[in-house]
């Protein structure tokens, strides 16, 4: 294997450096990744398993959404509300035993209203009991990828066993959106008043959304055990970004954390175009060949998230495994350029052969060929025998 450092200059890398300064979050656990690109830029014990408070309510709304467009469901459908929805405390949306509410309503009361008791409505629809419910939740978000996740009811009420990492509620959040964006909108609804005789709790406690700075999702959460959490989502130009804050003290500790966290992983890192499909950026030593190199192109554009403030070089290196035997074809990939961004994902590209490269002779033995024909040619026709 043989690694050649590049500096690039054909790619016309507009960004020398790539280091962004790091966010220093004062929550006990944390992850925030780009949501297009998927380049996760800050981890803080993301993959420990830990009380998700409500939050953990986005696992029972991404099967409701399931349920729905598989018919399971329907937004007009009336559910009946049981003694054991009735009988959670915490944000509720007060429902009362033996009334029937729309599953529309209750999934808004789940959003907005971060609604205990929908969430067992739902759950005893779909599984006919909450704990069989969560069983099934747990399955599902390992189907899903969400190694990290294990669920003891429907709406994050403190219950042992009841975990999930930042990572997994990261991704449960991107496959909201990406799966479900015609119920996306629900979570930026501000208020939602279904009972008027119980106002207290009508508001949305998301800290972001009216700010400004585009946050539209998805969900809070606190308890005595998990602190004060917040599952977010924020879009400004053609970027999106999902971030999930766990442990901070009080809530306007979480949204000055929340904010913060927002504003930096817009204005620290760019989207960044760093070379075409086809653009010779190295080439290839050759043995055994018609020529001694081969010039190696990219398969495809390049682009990557890269921080805007740079403090380390971008570090770059082309490696293949040389020298190249000929023949080569034009598109033969010869080896890899990896780009790795300090703190970020490295990135790997196919390398192409830029042109054919015969085998060594070749060449010669054409020439030959061809001089002993003109040689015939000219000597003219053979005199018969007599």
Avoid at 88 to 112: C, W
Avoid at 114 to 129: F, P, R, W
Avoid at 219 to 237: F, I, M, N, P, W
Avoid at 334 to 362: M, N, T, Y
Wanted: proline residues 5%.
């Amino acid at each position: 294997m043989r690694g050649l450092k590049t500096t690039l200059g054909a790619l016309a890398l507009l960004v020398s450096s790539v280091s962004a300064h790091a966010f220093d979050t004062r929550a006990t656990a944390a992850y925030v990744a780009d949501y297009q690109s998927g380049t996760v830029l800050m981890t803080k014990n993301a993959d420990q398993p830990l009380p998700p408070a409500s939050m953990s309510k986005l696992m029972t709304l991404y099967m409701a959404f399931e349920a729905i467009e598989n018919g399971i469901l329907d937004l007009d459908q009336q559910l009946p509300v049981s003694a054991a929805a009735q009988a959670y405390g915490g944000s509720t949306m007060f429902l009362k035993a033996g009334e029937r509410v729309k599953v529309e309503d209750l999934i808004r009361g789940i959003i907005v209203l971060s609604g205990n008791d929908a969430c067992v409505v739902i759950a005893e629809a779909l599984a006919g009991t909450e704990s069989k419910f969560a069983r099934q939740m747990t399955m599902r978000a390992q189907q899903l990828g969400m190694t990290n996740s294990t669920f003891s009811n429907s709406n994050g009420w403190p219950k042992a066993g009841h975990r999930m990492s930042m990572r997994d509620l990261g991704l449960i959040a991107t496959k909201l959106i990406k799966d479900y964006p015609q119920y996306y909108p629900m979570f930026s609804q501000k208020e939602f008043l279904f009972d008027p005789k119980e106002s207290a709790n009508r508001l949305n406690r998301n800290p972001l959304l009216g700010l400004g700075i585009g946050a539209d999702g998805l969900k809070t959460g606190h308890t005595q055990e998990a602190g004060y959490g917040l599952v977010g989502s924020a879009k400004q130009g053609d970027r999106r970004i999902i971030f999930v804050l766990s442990g901070l003290t009080s809530a306007q500790a979480r949204a000055r954390e929340a904010e913060a966290v927002t504003n930096w992983a817009f204005r620290q890192f760019a989207q960044t175009s760093l070379g075409d499909a086809g653009t010779k950026i190295a080439q290839a030593d050759v043995s055994i060949g018609a020529e001694t190199t081969v010039g190696l192109e990219l398969a495809e554009d390049v682009s990557m998230l890269l921080p805007v403030n740079p403090i380390e070089p971008l570090k770059t290196e082309v490696v293949y495994d040389g020298p190249v035997k000929a023949p080569i074809r034009k598109g033969d990939q010869i080896g890899e350029l990896i780009i790795s961004p300090e703190g970020l994902p490295e990135k790997r590209v196919a390398l192409l052969a830029d042109r054919d490269v015969a085998p060594h002779g070749f060449v010669s033995r054409v020439v030959a060929a061809a001089q002993h024909v003109i040689a015939r040619i000219n000597a003219g026709p053979a005199p018969e025998a007599s």
